[in-house]
């Protein structure tokens, strides 16, 4: 009965790399969001994927970030060039598909810090 | 624009005696509610629904009550245990399989 599988737990890059966080939904869902918090604030919404579509990408920031989840694999958040400000807790979240279904659940998350 | 607060950033009570937490909304598409716990270094853990056609929801020890006309809702915890000490999100939808919008979250500290 896995959950919500997220990877590296933890990630360190210094300015100008590239970080790429992983994400494996929990079994038999095909709803996948990406959510980051910041230090002392609440979760905000960055992108809400399907397999192969990305649904609603409006949290997003415009550059340097982007989000695919393949047919096969898992769902990858890419972050180019970070900066400080990327420093965050990316968490993923995943649904089962249907009307009437709004409950998301959630991985450990992925703590980046850009140094 | 913050569609849902959450005002108290803290909440302490005493082991046995009901937690209240509080939030507000002010976007009136929101017709589903949730409610999240979660522990220092881990995700958010689903606790407990209400949808918008609802007042009331229970399950074990916890409660949530929405007030639709004031753009309220409210989750019971009793009794309130130790283990329960943890910061709560209050989270809003509007439509199913799309995205959830929070609030700052309440860190509740249950005393023994």
């Known amino acids: 009965n896995a959950g919500v599988m997220q990877n590296p737990r933890h990630l360190v890059r210094r300015r100008g790399q590239e970080a790429r966080l992983r994400c494996s939904p929990m079994k038999g869902h095909s709803h996948v969001y990406w959510y980051r918090q910041l230090p002392e604030e609440g979760l905000k919404f960055m992108v809400y994927?399907?397999?192969?579509?990305?649904?609603?990408e409006s949290g997003m920031p415009k550059e340097r970030f982007s989000a695919e989840f393949p047919k096969e694999g898992p769902s990858i958040l890419r972050i180019q060039q970070v900066v400080r400000g990327d420093s965050a807790a990316y968490f993923c979240?995943?649904?089962?598909?249907?009307?009437?279904?709004?409950?998301?659940?959630f991985g450990p998350g992925t703590r980046l810090t850009v140094t | 624009d913050q569609q849902v607060k959450q005002n108290s950033p803290s909440l302490s009570v005493q082991e046995g005696r009901i937690s209240i937490l509080n939030c507000d909304y002010t976007n009136s598409m929101f017709d589903y509610f949730l409610w999240y716990k979660k522990y220092p270094a881990e995700g958010p853990t689903f606790l407990i629904s209400?949808?918008?056609?609802?007042d009331k929801n229970e399950d074990g020890r916890f409660t949530v009550f929405l007030n639709k006309s004031a753009k309220h809702l409210s989750l019971h915890i009793v009794p309130s245990q130790p283990g329960d000490s943890a910061v709560y999100f209050c989270?809003?939808?509007?439509?199913?399989?799309?995205?959830?919008?929070f609030g700052e979250g309440t860190q509740l500290t249950v005393n023994p």
């Open positions: 209400i949808s918008s056609i609802k």
């Open positions: 989270a809003a939808t509007g439509t199913s399989g799309s995205r959830l919008t």
């Open positions: 994927l399907q397999k192969e579509n990305i649904i609603d």
């Open positions: 979240a995943s649904s089962l598909t249907g009307a009437g279904v709004y409950e998301q659940y």
